[in-house]
């Protein structure tokens, strides 16, 4: 809104000019997201504890150390989007449509994540809505913006793969396409959701991938760095960086409550929520693989419940103690803070492999 309203008058008053800038815009909307987080964190958790008297259900064959956690509320996520939604509004470009696709995505994942909580809530269960239900709601969101944000992209490359490593190599999928970016942004959602355990353990990868992408988004959306890097050029994917900018500041602002011993939990409504607008932004910067490596920790949390889950139907016998796998490392002994502290650990090496498939071309 800032850069719609003040920048048409940047050549009569200089100072304006500074909104022309997007690392000017990315910053403040880092600053606000963070201040936002500040300020209406309290509220929501004193408003989210005055309806949620019992918290969060706790998985009766999770870890023994989770029962001392009854009473903490959900829906945390509440904060992040309303933090990220008002500092992008303020900060980015209202006419660049990758903007709004990203955030529609990132509200309607949020909504079928609160619908989740919802449910747990009310039925004092952690069984939330149907998958199926769940499933067939994400599959609506990703199809109508995907078919929105594909008449943006250059046709050369809209319905193409980029492949990391290989300078201008991509793969057209065609109408295959479609079904990849499902596989992409659902993909991405749920295994956000499946990491989201402990007490910071999603908040801080989810900071760190945002900030992997806040670059690319930028490096993509100008044509220098672009053509520099051998890097496919999206006009207009540089908007993109205030969005990850401002789920940054949002993400350090929900970490001061959800530091162990966590004030409030994310939920279903925060973790969908972050990793659909991560799926769908590594979509529009065609860096969907990429994505496979700085969310590499998301990507090893949704594998292990894969093979735990397929191996005890085929065999009967369980490859880990419990999946997730942050839940192994539990049963085995292991304190909470050194699970979240090493995965963190992990989060960070993955985004700098990820990010040195942009020069390693």
Same mark, same amino acid.
């Given at each position: 809104?800032?850069?719609?309203?003040?920048?048409p008058?940047?050549?009569?008053?200089?100072?304006?000019?500074?909104?022309?800038?997007?690392?000017?815009?990315?910053?403040?909307?880092?600053?606000?997201?963070?201040?936002?987080?500040?300020?209406?964190g309290?509220k929501?958790?004193?408003?989210?504890?005055?309806?949620?008297?019992?918290?969060?259900?706790?998985?009766?064959?999770?870890?023994?150390?989770?029962?001392?956690?009854?009473g903490?509320?959900?829906?945390?996520?509440?904060?992040?989007?309303?933090s990220?939604?008002?500092?992008?509004?303020?900060?980015?470009?209202?006419?660049?449509?990758?903007v709004?696709?990203?955030?529609a995505?990132?509200?309607?994942?949020?909504?079928?994540?609160?619908?989740?909580?919802?449910?747990?809530l009310?039925?004092?269960?952690?069984?939330?809505v149907?998958?199926?239900?769940?499933?067939?709601?994400?599959?609506?969101?990703?199809?109508?913006?995907?078919?929105?944000?594909?008449?943006?992209?250059?046709s050369?490359?809209?319905?193409?793969v980029?492949?990391?490593?290989?300078k201008?190599?991509?793969?057209?999928?065609g109408?295959?396409?479609?079904?990849? /970016?499902?596989? &992409? @942004?659902?993909?991405?959602?749920?295994?956000?959701n499946?990491?989201d +355990?402990?007490?910071? *353990? #999603? !908040? $801080?990868p989810?900071?760190?991938?945002?900030?992997?992408?806040?670059?690319?988004?930028?490096? /993509?959306?100008? &044509? @220098?760095?672009?053509?520099?890097?051998?890097?496919?050029?999206?006009? +207009?994917?540089g908007? *993109? #960086? !205030? $969005?990850?900018?401002?789920?940054?500041?949002?993400?350090?602002?929900?970490l001061?409550?959800?530091?162990?011993?966590?004030?409030?939990?994310?939920?279903?409504?925060?973790?969908?929520?972050? +990793?659909?607008?991560?799926?769908? !932004?590594?979509?529009?910067?065609?860096?969907?693989?990429?994505?496979?490596?700085?969310?590499?920790?998301?990507?090893?949390e949704?594998?292990?419940?894969?093979?735990?889950?397929?191996?005890?139907?085929?065999?009967g016998?369980?490859v880990?103690?419990?999946?997730?796998?942050?839940?192994?490392?539990?049963?085995?002994?292991?304190s909470?803070?050194?699970?979240?502290?090493?995965?963190?650990?992990?989060?960070?090496?993955?985004?700098?492999?990820?990010l040195?498939?942009?020069?390693?071309?």
């Amino acid at each position: 809104m800032f850069y719609n309203l003040l920048v048409p008058f940047a050549e009569d008053i200089q100072i304006l000019n500074l909104f022309r800038y997007l690392t000017f815009r990315t910053g403040g909307a880092i600053i606000t997201a963070l201040f936002l987080s500040f300020v209406i964190g309290p509220k929501i958790i004193a408003w989210l504890k005055s309806k949620q008297k019992e918290g969060q259900p706790i998985r009766q064959d999770g870890p023994e150390s989770h029962f001392k956690k009854a009473g903490t509320p959900t829906m945390g996520g509440l904060m992040i989007l309303i933090s990220v939604s008002l500092s992008t509004i303020l900060w980015a470009d209202l006419s660049n449509s990758f903007v709004w696709y990203a955030l529609a995505v990132m509200i309607g994942f949020g909504l079928i994540g609160f619908a989740d909580d919802y449910a747990k809530l009310t039925r004092r269960s952690t069984d939330g809505v149907s998958a199926k239900i769940r499933l067939i709601a994400q599959i609506i969101i990703v199809a109508v913006v995907t078919i929105g944000i594909n008449q943006e992209l250059p046709s050369d490359i809209n319905t193409h793969v980029a492949i990391p490593f290989f300078k201008d190599f991509f793969i057209n999928l065609g109408w295959f396409f479609g079904v990849w /970016v499902l596989l &992409v @942004v659902i993909g991405s959602a749920n295994a956000v959701n499946l990491t989201d +355990g402990l007490d910071g *353990l #999603a !908040i $801080v990868p989810i900071a760190i991938a945002c900030a992997c992408f806040g670059l690319i988004s930028y490096l /993509v959306g100008n &044509v @220098v760095f672009s053509e520099y890097l051998k890097i496919p050029y999206v006009a +207009g994917t540089g908007e *993109l #960086a !205030i $969005v990850c900018g401002a789920v940054v500041g949002a993400a350090m602002g929900f970490l001061w409550f959800n530091a162990p011993p966590a004030q409030v939990f994310m939920g279903d409504t925060g973790s969908l929520a972050m +990793g659909g607008l991560l799926g769908i !932004i590594a979509m529009i910067t065609k860096h969907e693989l990429v994505l496979a490596i700085i969310g590499g920790l998301f990507v090893l949390e949704a594998v292990s419940v894969i093979i735990q889950v397929t191996s005890y139907k085929f065999t009967g016998k369980r490859v880990f103690r419990m999946a997730p796998i942050h839940h192994h490392f539990e049963k085995k002994g292991w304190s909470e803070p050194t699970i979240v502290i090493r995965f963190w650990i992990i989060a960070m090496i993955l985004a700098l492999i990820g990010l040195a498939t942009l020069k390693l071309r």
